[in-house]
Each structure stands twice: as structure tokens, then as C-alpha cells.
């Protein structure tokens, strides 16, 4: 009786683990938005992974992303931040389609 307690115990534990194992297309999406996401910090980082996890289709990158990101400034010449990037880098990434 122990013994069969064991057994159906140890399967149980390995078909527990065999589905841990598999990630699920939402843990791959968040594990390349996160990669793409490296080196930027608060809000433009929220941001960007809000759109990146909702979107259909990987958020820009590549050549058409960098030049979105060279064109991200201002009238008076400063850097966009926060939702006003997003919203630009969202328009811009479009329009490069």
C-alpha cells in the first residue's frame, strides 16, 4: 500500500514539473519584452512593456525602431519621455510598416 502511495505521489510530482517546464506564448512574449526593454528605467519602461505585452506583433525594433527612437524629440529639442514617446513610437513604428 505505501509503495503504490509512493508511486502515484511520484508521478504526480513529475507530471507537476513536465508542465512547469513549458512556457506558455504570454512567458515568451514577456521574457522578449523584457529583453528589449533593457536599459530603460520607470515610467518610459512601464510603458513600453504595457504596449509591447498587448500588442499584436513585437513592438518595433531593428532599424525602423532606432530611427523612431532618433526622431523621439520635442519641438524645442528635448528627448520625449513617458506617454508622449510611447504614443509617438507607436505612430512612428506604424507608419514604418
Known amino acids: 500500500m505505501n509503495r503504490i502511495i ?5 508521478s504526480l510530482f513529475a507530471v507537476g514539473m513536465t508542465s512547469n517546464a513549458l512556457a506558455t506564448p504570454q512567458q515568451d512574449r514577456m ?3 523584457n529583453a528589449e526593454a533593457k536599459g530603460k528605467k520607470g515610467d518610459e ?11 499584436d506583433k513585437p513592438a518595433a525594433s531593428g532599424a525602423a525602431g532606432a530611427d ?3 526622431k523621439a524629440v520635442s519641438k524645442d529639442g ?3 519621455a513617458g506617454a508622449a ?4 513610437m ?3 513604428a ?3 510598416k
Not at 85 to 88: E, M, P, T, V
Open 68 to 70: 523612431c527612437e532618433k
Open 85 to 88: 514617446k510611447a504614443s509617438f
Open 6 to 10: 509512493a508511486l502515484v505521489a511520484a
Open 45 to 55: 519602461r512601464k510603458v513600453f512593456m504595457k504596449s509591447c505585452l498587448s500588442a
Open 94 to 96: 506604424a507608419e514604418a
Open 78 to 80: 528635448k528627448p520625449l
Open 90 to 92: 507607436k505612430k512612428c
Open 31 to 33: 521574457k522578449s519584452c
